[in-house]
């Protein structure tokens, strides 16, 4: 008699967890791609955190999102959010994170910055030498577990209150499915969009650079591109 091993089936890949009860922060959150990540969120029923190197400001920026959102300085927002998206400029990416290791020991971070240089021929994509801003990020805080997101969508269109939906795919990378599976499902809070896993960290770079297409893209056609995967 012979017997056969039955194998459990595949895990359905949009089978994402419930976050609804995660308190996020958002580091950088009173510039234009931080507040919109964090007014989204915050409409679609998040707790959301805004951080800036002055609270006051974080504060006020808070009250104009509405939506619960709260405002205080950036180690605060680290302290308090289960998950916190690093929405700071690239110029002071290193920087902002070394002074809150010790606060994101732990925290699932989500890096969406961009390193772009920009000329007289417009944007282009510079190259850290870690290899992108998310894998900088997972060299500056080895105990956190970092992820990459949320690189390219329209601010414009984020703060946008008279957009109910934003259509569009969020690419996630990271090197835990269920770290990555986290940020897909919040991707997933904001009407219209989806969260795709699109690789572990090494691949961050190609993400992060498309931004600087996605410019010259918007710059020809006047336009708010974003990115649809097709065929899943």
Not at 64 to 86: K, L, P, Q, T
Not at 127 to 135: D, F, I, L, N, R
Not at 141 to 153: G, I, N
Request: some cysteine; charged content about 25%.
């Amino acid at each position: 008699m012979t017997t056969t091993d039955s194998k459990p089936a595949p895990k359905d890949p949009w089978d994402l967890p419930d976050v609804s009860g995660l308190v996020v922060g958002v580091l950088g959150g009173t510039g234009d791609q931080g507040r919109g990540l964090a007014y989204r969120l915050a409409k679609a029923g998040q707790r959301v955190l805004i951080g800036s190197r002055a609270a006051d400001r974080a504060r006020d920026v808070a009250a104009e999102i509405g939506h619960g959102v709260e405002g205080a300085d950036n180690a605060e927002v680290a302290r308090r959010s289960d998950v916190v998206i690093v929405a700071v400029p690239w110029d002071g990416h290193a920087k902002t994170l070394e002074s809150l290791r010790e606060e994101l020991v732990g925290k699932l971070v989500v890096d969406c910055v961009n390193p772009l240089g920009f000329d007289k021929k417009g944007a282009y994509a510079l190259k850290p030498e870690e290899g992108s801003a998310a894998e900088q990020a997972a060299a500056l805080l080895p105990d956190s577990r970092v992820t990459a997101a949320f690189h390219h969508l329209s601010a414009v269109l984020l703060q946008d209150t008279s957009l109910e939906e934003i259509d569009t795919d969020v690419m996630v990378l990271g090197e835990e499915r269920a770290d990555v599976e986290i940020v897909q499902a919040l991707a997933g809070r904001i009407a219209g969009m989806r969260g795709v896993f699109a690789g572990r960290l090494r691949n961050a770079h190609q993400v992060e650079s498309l931004v600087a297409n996605l410019i010259s893209v918007n710059r020809r056609y006047k336009a708010h591109a974003g990115l649809r995967v097709t065929d899943i």
